[in-house]
């Protein structure tokens, strides 16, 4: 699960600058799509605004993660499988889980140990 390239464009948004990225996959495919800013103090680009949404290599929604202005988890955020379907919401109230629903359990792989 490589990534090739991201692209950044710069935008404005109340006042504040913030970069968009897309990041792909070796295969073309969107991996990470979201707008960042920098931390208090800090210029690194790395504090997530608004929806960061996350894509497995076939294509398919992994998540779509809410965050507030400053970099907290805040609102809903989904979780799905590899084949689409929501396996998991969860409410957080800046970086405090208020409320999670889970419609499926994450599959374990069974590993043979020798």
Known sequence: MSKLRTEVVFVERN???LS????????GQIAQIGLYGNGQGQWSWKVPVGVEKSYF???QLESEISYNEAGSKD???YYYN???KLIRKCIHSNDVLVQE???ELPVIEKVKLT
């Open 20 to 27: 968009k990225r897309t990041s792909y996959y070796e295969n």
């Open 82 to 84: 590899k084949n689409g």
């Open 101 to 103: 629903e889970v419609f």
């Open 15 to 17: 006042g504040r600058t």
């Open 57 to 59: 290599e076939n294509g």
């Open 75 to 77: 609102g809903e955020s």
